[in-house]
């Protein structure tokens, strides 16, 4: 893990993938809460990952895409 803060570009595509899992799920018509139900995680992280405050674990998109049914790739694309 590099000591130094992470670069600015890393972190706005942190909030990019944030964004796009938030409007997937609005697009989904879901709550965070019910997100969190269907991909086995509680509602704080699904708000963490929306934020881009987070830095998730790839397993926990892995579970939000498959909750949204969508492909990873449209989260993180």
């Known amino acids: 893990m590099p000591s130094d ?3 600015p570009w ?18 989904k018509k879901l709550s965070q809460e019910k997100l969190g139900e269907l991909a086995g995680l509680d509602r704080k ?3 963490r990952i929306e934020q881009g405050t987070y830095a ?4 926990h998109l892995i ?4 909750a949204l049914g969508v492909p ?3 989260l993180v694309g």
Do not use: K
């Open 63 to 66: 579970l939000v895409a498959n």
């Open 72 to 74: 990873l790739s449209e």
């Open 5 to 7: 803060p992470l670069p």
């Open 56 to 59: 998730t674990l790839i397993d």
């Open 10 to 27: 890393v972190l706005a595509r942190r909030q990019a993938i944030g964004n796009n899992v938030r409007a997937t799920r609005e697009a």
């Open 45 to 47: 992280t699904v708000n």
